[in-house]
């Protein structure tokens, strides 16, 4: 008897822990548990360079630009009130949406240089010169003005 007696007290303390860590007990809470914040992203390191976005006219919206970072790595800054994301002309970048105050992941930039530009808001266009100082290459495309980026 004695031991009967152990055997359901030990099953009804297992019971008692699954059912309180969330394993299948009933809550009375209609409310979902709210998402985490999603942890901002991390300060550039240094040997990352920083292109601000600031929406004003054209090429005025980063910061620099021509960027001379050609086959360095870059983060791109919104330092706007609205979303920006930024693109690379080619495709070869994106971004994504990057909220006001915040900082994209770090991208490689193309030895070669390149044209940008805000996919939200298509006047928004940059540059990248290549390494060593080359001027970026020629804008084709529908967000360039004549050829080039300015």
Known sequence: MRRLILRAAASAVVL????????GGYSSSST???PSP??????????????????????????P???????????FRNADSIVHRV????????????????????????????NYHCSLHPD??????????TPPPPCEGAYCDGGAYY
């Open 16 to 23: 008692s822990s699954v059912y309180a860590c969330g394993g």
């Open 32 to 34: 979902p548990a709210a």
């Open 38 to 63: 999603s942890a901002a992203p991390p300060p550039p390191a240094a040997n990352e360079t920083t292109i601000t976005i600031m929406r004003r006219n054209g090429t005025q919206s980063f910061s």
């Open 65 to 75: 630009n021509p960027a001379s970072v050609g086959g360095q790595t870059v983060v």
């Open 87 to 114: 693109i690379l002309t080619d495709g070869t970048i994106d971004t994504g949406d990057i909220a006001p105050g915040a900082t994209s992941r770090p991208f490689q930039m193309p030895n070669g240089g390149a």
């Open 124 to 133: 928004m266009v940059g540059a990248v010169n290549g390494a060593g100082g």
